[in-house]
C-alpha cells in the first residue's frame, strides 16, 4: 500500500542554518505530495503541495520538488528561524481519493 | 472564518465510559476527515465523509469506535467503551470541493486530547 517515510528526528539547528528533512513515498500511480507543519499545541497546517513530477512547491521560504525519479519530497530552507520550530509531516495523496496518508512526522528545534 | 472548531480540547475519562468528541467544519466544505494522533503509529485516518455520508471508514480501529455526520456543520466521533490505549489526540479536518476537489488543502482544527485513565 501506500506509504510516506520520513528522517526521523528531532533536528537540532541553530539559526540561520540550512534546513533539509528527508522524505520518500511509495504509491501506485501519480499521487499528490504535501508537506504540513504543526506548531506546538495546534493542529496541521498546509506548508505547500505539488500535484506532478518536477513541480516545486514554495511557502514561507520553504522548497520541495516533486522527484518521480527518485519518489522523493525534500523539505529545504535556507535559513532557517527559531518560529520555524515545529513537527513537519510529509503527506501524501493518491489521485482517486481524498484521503492523505501521513509520514510519522520530524521534529524540528532551532536555536538562537 | 474560525476554522475548523473542535470541542472538547482536553477530555480525561475512565476506562468504560463513553466518550463523544465533536468537530464544526467550515461552512461549505464538503469533505471532513477524523484523524487520530499518537507517538507510536503517528498520524492516522479514521474515518472520512463526503456530503455527510461516511465514505471510506477502513481505518477505524474496532466497533467500540462510530462517526456520524447529522448534518453539514456537525459530526461525532465516539468511543464506547473507551479504553486506556485509545489515549490519543483526535483531529478533525475539512475540506472543500472546488475544482475537482483531490489536492485541495485539508483545514485542520486544534484537536482534541483524550486521556482514559
Known amino acids: 500500500g501506500d506509504s510516506v517515510t520520513q528522517m526521523e528526528g528531532p533536528v537540532t539547528l541553530s539559526e540561520e542554518a540550512f534546513l533539509t528533512i528527508n522524505c520518500t513515498y511509495t504509491?501506485?500511480?501519480?499521487?499528490?505530495l504535501f508537506w504540513y507543519v504543526q506548531y506546538p499545541g495546534e493542529g496541521l497546517q498546509l506548508l505547500l503541495k505539488?500535484?506532478?513530477?518536477?513541480d516545486k512547491g514554495s511557502n514561507k521560504g520553504f522548497e520541495a520538488t516533486y522527484r518521480k525519479e527518485t519518489t522523493s519530497f525534500h523539505l529545504e530552507k535556507g535559513s532557517v528561524q527559531v518560529s520555524d520550530s515545529a513537527v513537519y509531516f510529509c503527506?501524501?495523496?493518491?489521485?482517486?481519493?481524498?484521503?492523505?496518508?501521513f509520514g510519522k512526522g520530524t521534529s524540528l528545534l532551532v536555536t538562537p | 472564518d474560525a476554522g475548523v472548531i473542535q470541542s472538547p480540547r482536553h477530555e480525561v475519562t475512565e476506562m468504560g465510559q463513553e466518550v463523544t468528541l465533536r468537530c464544526k467544519p467550515i461552512?461549505?466544505?464538503?469533505?471532513l476527515f477524523w484523524y487520530r494522533q499518537t507517538m507510536m503509529r503517528g498520524l492516522e485516518l479514521l474515518i472520512y465523509?463526503?456530503?455527510?455520508?461516511?465514505?471510506?471508514d477502513s481505518g477505524m480501529p474496532e466497533d467500540r469506535f462510530s462517526a456520524k455526520m447529522p448534518n453539514a456543520s456537525f459530526s461525532t466521533l465516539k468511543i464506547q467503551p473507551s479504553e486506556p490505549r485509545d489515549s490519543a489526540v483526535y483531529f478533525c479536518?475539512?475540506?472543500?470541493?472546488?475544482?475537482?476537489?483531490?489536492?485541495?488543502?485539508?483545514?485542520f482544527g486544534p484537536g482534541t486530547r483524550l486521556t482514559v485513565l
Open positions: 479536518a475539512s475540506s472543500p470541493r472546488t475544482g475537482g476537489g483531490r489536492n485541495n488543502e485539508q483545514f
Open positions: 504509491a501506485t500511480g501519480y499521487p499528490s
Open positions: 505539488a500535484t506532478k513530477a518536477d
Open positions: 503527506a501524501l495523496k493518491r489521485n482517486s481519493g481524498y484521503a492523505l496518508n
Open positions: 461552512s461549505g466544505h464538503d469533505y
Open positions: 465523509f463526503n456530503n455527510n455520508v461516511p465514505i471510506d
